[in-house]
């Protein structure tokens, strides 16, 4: 097995490995030119961003200087990242930023760690473990994130705070080690600093490019009630039947829907299907992450001509499984429900699966009902 095999397993591996070196330097070198880029050159920093950068979305910006040990090709930003100077990402491993993040000055997040054995540090060897940061998190001015952390969506970690744990999603962070300190809360809807109120009637959207805000949604309650599923029965639904219909917005605004393949992991109660890496389905999910999922039973026939049927309908979001740990286990899981054979599937799996997205679905809601074809 080569360094780069190894360092790609996140195992222990020899950084100065020349293979990897020839790799390294030219980033290094690429990032050193952006850092000589003016902080009015907005438009040079996108090209380096997106050139660069294993996934960089719309809108994202950079207070130089900007440091990375491979110079940002192992970072994958989302749309309308900020991040403030002396930004540092020791990004030997894979970094993940989602929407909307915001990172106050000199912050740090490390995915690349040496073993606490004597002799093998002394060899100067390390291994990786990457780093992943949800949508709307904003992380204060000096925070230290470590390998293998996970920080959740609207997380805020206070500045100075050392991360050496996940923190979830909603909270407020801070401290050495870094702890909750509380949830994300109502009061923080009617006050900005202390007892200082939100002048919401003043606040009008800025006429910034940004990606599209979350917005709470009350979905319509069911108007034939007594028609309505169980959650049990809805889940047992997605459970069992093997196919059900994908709803997106395809080009132009119009709906683009198709049949799909798909597996419902009960324990996380989210959907998982498989697409292309390029076509309609992947752009318009790239584009509008919010879908509609619908399936629905054969049908009993009771008595007459007519049947009763049992669907589903689920709304949520859409993205990307990135890690690639979790995206063999789900791929497997979803194959074990259609391929005859374990070993069938694993071949298959070896000669496929990069060439293919492995999509989740974080359901928001979810509602079935018996209808009466009638």
């Not at 006050?191 to 200082?196: D, P, Q």
Request: a negative charge; aromatic letters at 10%.
């Amino acid at each position: 097995m080569t360094q780069r095999e190894r360092m790609i397993k996140g195992l222990i591996y020899d950084p100065m490995d020349e293979e990897l070196l020839s790799e390294q330097f030219p980033f290094q070198d690429m990032l050193r030119e952006f850092n000589q880029l003016k902080p009015s050159d907005i438009e040079k920093k996108e090209q380096f961003m997106k050139a660069v950068f294993a996934e960089c979305g719309e809108n994202c910006y950079i207070e130089l200087p900007f440091h990375a040990n491979w110079g940002g090709s192992h970072v994958h930003f989302g749309s309308g990242v900020y991040a403030n100077s002396n930004l540092t990402l020791v990004d030997d491993g894979h970094i993940y930023v989602g929407d909307r993040v915001m990172f106050g000055p000199n912050v740090t997040i490390a995915t690349a760690n040496h073993p606490i054995d004597p002799e093998l540090r002394a060899r100067g060897l390390q291994y990786n473990k990457d780093v992943h940061i949800g949508e709307n998190a904003w992380l204060g001015a000096g925070v230290i994130v470590v390998p293998g952390v996970t920080i959740g969506k609207n997380a805020v970690i206070g500045a100075g705070s050392v991360v050496t744990k996940n923190i979830p999603d909603n909270v407020v962070a801070v401290g050495n080690p870094c702890r909750v300190l509380r949830e994300v809360s109502e009061r923080d809807r009617k006050y900005f600093y202390k007892n200082e109120p939100i002048d919401w009637d003043e606040l009008k959207p800025n006429n910034r490019k940004t990606e599209e805000q979350p917005m709470e949604h009350s979905f319509r309650p069911m108007r034939r009630f007594k028609q309505e599923l169980s959650e049990e029965e809805c889940r047992s639904l997605l459970k069992t039947e093997k196919r059900g219909t994908l709803a997106v917005i395809g080009d132009g605004g119009y709906p683009y829907a198709l049949p799909i393949n798909f597996y419902y992991d009960e324990n996380e109660n989210k959907l998982y299907f498989h697409c292309s890496r390029d076509g309609h389905k992947a752009d318009a999910m790239s584009s509008c992450d919010k879908v509609c999922f619908t399936v629905h039973d054969e049908g009993e026939q009771r008595g007459d001509w007519s049947y009763y049927v049992k669907s589903v309908i689920v709304f949520g979001r859409a993205k990307q499984v990135e890690d690639p740990t979790v995206k063999y286990e789900k791929a497997r899981a979803f194959g074990m429900k259609y391929y005859p054979s374990a070993e069938e599937l694993d071949r298959e799996l070896e000669r496929d699966l990069d060439r293919a997205r492995i999509m989740e679905i974080t359901i928001e809601h979810m509602s079935g009902k018996l209808v009466h074809e009638k």
